[in-house]
C-alpha cells in the first residue's frame, strides 16, 4: 500500500515538473517575441508618416523657429497657420504651440486662436 502511495506521488510530481517546464517555454518564446518587436516602447513607435516621437519633436523645434520669425514680423499669427505651417501632423502641431508657449510666446484659447508676442 505505502509503495503504491509512493509510486503515484511521484507520477504526479513528474506530470507537475513537466507542466512547469512547458509554461515556462511558453513564457520564454513570448518575452523574447516581444523584446524583438518592441511594440510598447514609445520611442520608436511610428507616428504619422512613419515618424518617430524624436523625429516629430525635431519637427516642431524647427517650426517653432520659422513661425517666431513670423510673429515677430508681422506680429501675430492664427493656429490656422501653425496647422498649415506642421503640414496638418497633429503631433507637429501640439508640440509646436508646446514649444512656443515655453518660448514665452501667448498661444490664445478657443476663443482667440492666435499666438503673438506677450
Known amino acids: 500500500m505505502l509503495l ?24 520564454e518564446n513570448q518575452g ?3 523584446n524583438s518587436s518592441n511594440s510598447c ?5 511610428a ?8 523625429e516629430c519633436r525635431q519637427e516642431a523645434r524647427k517650426t517653432t523657429e520659422l513661425l517666431s520669425e513670423e510673429i ?3 506680429g ?8 498649415e ?3 496638418y501632423n497633429e503631433l507637429v502641431y501640439k508640440l509646436t504651440l508646446k514649444y512656443l508657449r515655453q518660448k514665452g510666446y501667448d498661444i490664445g484659447n478657443n476663443m482667440i486662436p492666435r499666438v503673438k508676442s506677450i
Not at 47 to 54: H, Q, R
Not at 76 to 83: A, G, I, N, Y
Open 76 to 83: 501675430e499669427v492664427s493656429w490656422k497657420r501653425v496647422l
Open 4 to 27: 503504491t502511495l509512493i509510486v503515484n506521488a511521484s507520477y504526479i510530481v513528474k506530470n507537475c515538473l513537466n507542466c512547469c517546464q512547458s509554461i515556462f517555454s511558453i513564457v
Open 32 to 34: 523574447s517575441n516581444s
Open 47 to 54: 507616428y504619422k508618416n512613419g515618424k518617430t516621437m524624436e
Open 72 to 74: 515677430f514680423n508681422i
Open 41 to 45: 516602447d514609445s520611442r520608436i513607435h
Open 85 to 87: 505651417v506642421t503640414d
